[in-house]
Nanobody, 125 residues
Framework: QVQLVESGGGLAQAGGSLRLSCVAS????????MGWFRQAPGKEREFVGGISKSGSNTKYADFVKGRFTISRDNGKNTVYLQMNSLKPEDTAVYYC??????????????????WGQGTQVTVSS
């Protein structure tokens, strides 16, 4: 019902920046809270940040606080992840996800209803 397409990944130097975008299909984008997750080789998928349906509230993993910012534009069906001060350990495939329910822990992958295909982020030193 909802398709998510990420873009904006690529190569960055340590200390550099990238901005990821996730565009959703359909006309109900504002009915979903959105999250960004990442997965590195050999590791489980982990929460990066989330944003409420209206964009009023955000939540971040401790390892990205002060460096990453999540935002959304409901008129464009798009959620963004601005990544600054990148570190090599940020290297991973980054996924966006959509969550309809108000309840539940937004940091838990199982709480999300739809997922994108992911975009690769590689940070070199």
């Amino acid at each position: 019902q909802v398709q998510l397409v990420e873009s904006g990944g690529g190569l960055a130097q340590a200390g550099g920046s990238l901005r990821l975008s996730c565009v959703a299909s359909g006309r109900t984008f504002g009915s979903y809270a959105m999250g960004w997750f990442r997965q590195a080789p050999g590791k489980e998928r982990e929460f990066v940040g989330g944003i409420s349906k209206s964009g009023s509230n955000t939540k971040y993993a401790d390892f990205v606080k002060g460096r990453f910012t999540i935002s959304r534009d409901n008129g464009k069906n798009t959620v963004y992840l601005q990544m600054n001060s990148l570190k090599p350990e940020d290297t991973a495939v980054y996924y966006c996800a959509a969550k309809r329910a108000y309840y539940g822990d937004s940091a838990v992958p199982d709480q999300y209803d739809y997922w994108g295909q992911g975009t690769q982020v590689t940070v070199s030193s």
